[in-house]
Nanobody, 122 residues
Framework: QVQLVESGGGLVQAGGSLRLSCASS????????MGWYRQAPGKQRELVAS???????DYADSVKGRFTISRDNAKNTVYLQMNSLKPEDTAVYYC????????????????WGQGTQVTVSS
C-alpha cells in the first residue's frame, strides 16, 4: 500500500548538480530507514545514502562530500542533493523505505520507488 515516487532526475553535465525527491504516501515517521540506491547498466544496485528516523546519515564512499540526504517530515519527502556530478554517477536512482520491528524481530517491510534516471555527460 505504500507508494514512493521519485522525481528530479535528468541529464546534466559533469560538475553539475541535481536534486532528487522521494515523496511517500505514508508518513516517513513510519519507516526506520529511508535511503537512495542506484543501479547503473550491468551493475548491481548499491546504496548511495541513507537516513534513519533519528536523523543519522550514511553515504557510500564514492559520493561522500558530494551528495547530501535530507528530509522534510511535513511533506513526507526525502531528498538527495547531488553536487559535483561525475559520469560514473549515471544510473537509475531508487528511493527505498525500510520498516522492521524492534531488535530485528517481527515482519520486515521494504518498499521501493520506480526510479528516476540520472545521466551525467562528460
Amino acid at each position: 500500500q505504500v507508494q514512493l515516487v521519485e522525481s528530479g532526475g535528468g541529464l546534466v553535465q559533469a560538475g553539475g548538480s541535481l536534486r532528487l525527491s522521494c515523496a511517500s504516501s505514508q508518513s516517513i515517521f513510519s519507516f526506520n530507514v529511508m535511503g537512495w540506491y542506484r543501479q547503473a547498466p550491468g551493475k548491481q544496485r548499491e546504496l548511495v545514502a541513507s537516513i534513519t528516523g533519528g536523523g543519522s546519515r550514511d553515504y557510500a564512499d564514492s559520493v561522500k562530500g558530494r551528495f547530501t540526504i535530507s528530509r522534510d517530515n511535513a511533506k513526507n519527502t526525502v531528498y538527495l542533493q547531488m553536487n559535483s556530478l561525475k559520469p560514473e554517477d549515471t544510473a537509475v536512482y531508487y528511493c527505498n523505505a525500510l520498516k522492521y520491528g524492534d531488535y530485528g524481530l517481527g515482519p520486515r517491510y521494504d518498499y521501493w520507488g520506480q526510479g528516476t534516471q540520472v545521466t551525467v555527460s562528460s
